[in-house]
């Protein structure tokens, strides 16, 4: 048996371990652990600075750490570039949209399967048939993505010209179409009514029904509560607690730390 493969085995599927990051000598992590399981949707909450960005930029290789191991699927991430860990099946959404206005809904999803079109110029102008089934491969793909998040009649739109809560589905579809083995949702209800947020937190379960691996990012307390199995909580950049969601509810830290500085129905 490789290596690898004892080190898959009855592991999560992502182990941070001491993770730390300083910025002007100031912590925006210190050395946070925690695990997240295959298949299962684990929620990163905390207040406004409590370095729940920092961890995302350095899972996918925006920032680099200053200390600490990111095993995911039995590779270490920490220090990779982020392409590389793009290649390693590790997507994201942004909690600031990051989407082409001028480009077709369409073309702003095939942009997620980059790493799959190949890289050659000298098969791009020849276009040879192989590369011309890949492109209709791709292409079918896309579109099945932007109907799984309904868009699919959206699709020849430039993406400037959706409504918001459609460029935050779009976000997600793009996300989702390469089939990543971690997806990364960096506030995918902020600004949202409560309609497109009821919307999103259906296609979060939807994905973890098909066996998706997902860390949430989020201030919506009661989307959190209802779609994650685990919640991690981050305060001052340090881990302060984790558990269940009704664990973690019900922790005096994270009622002192955060939950509590939320409406009482939250």
């Not at 791009?124 to 491969?137: S, V």
């Not at 990543?180 to 309609?195: C, F, K, Q, R, S």
Request: net charge positive; aromatic share 4%; proline share 6%.
């Amino acid at each position: 048996m490789s290596q690898r493969l004892k080190v898959i085995m009855g592991k999560p599927l992502l182990q941070i371990t001491r993770l730390s990051k300083h910025f002007g000598g100031l912590p925006a992590l210190a050395e946070v652990n925690f695990a997240v399981e295959r298949g299962q949707v684990t929620a990163l909450i905390g207040p406004n600075g409590a370095g729940k960005t920092t961890l995302i930029n350095c899972l996918t290789g925006v920032v680099r750490p200053d200390q600490g191991e990111i095993w995911f699927d039995g590779e270490n991430l920490a220090g990779l570039p982020a392409h590389r860990i793009a290649r390693l099946g590790v997507s994201r959404t942004f909690q600031n949209l990051r989407i082409f206005p001028r480009l077709a809904v369409l073309d702003n999803v095939l942009c997620g399967l980059t790493a799959q079109a190949g890289d050659s110029m000298f098969l791009a102008l020849l276009r040879p048939p192989g590369l011309r089934h890949r492109e209709r491969r791709l292409r079918l793909a896309a579109m099945e993505a932007l109907d799984t998040f309904g868009l699919a009649d959206k699709a020849e739109l430039p993406a400037g010209v959706l409504p918001y809560g459609d460029k935050k589905r779009l976000e997600m579809a793009r996300a989702f179409v390469s089939q990543p083995v971690l997806t990364l949702l960096d506030e995918p209800v902020a600004g949202l009514n409560p309609e497109e947020t009821a919307r999103i937190a259906g296609l979060i379960r939807q994905m973890r029904l098909s066996g998706k691996t997902m860390v949430l990012v989020e201030h919506d307390m009661e989307l959190v509560m209802g779609v994650s199995d685990r919640v991690v909580v981050l305060d001052g950049g340090s881990r302060i607690a984790a558990g269940s969601p009704e664990e973690v509810r019900t922790n005096p830290l994270v009622l002192e730390a955060y939950l509590g500085r939320m409406s009482a129905t939250a």
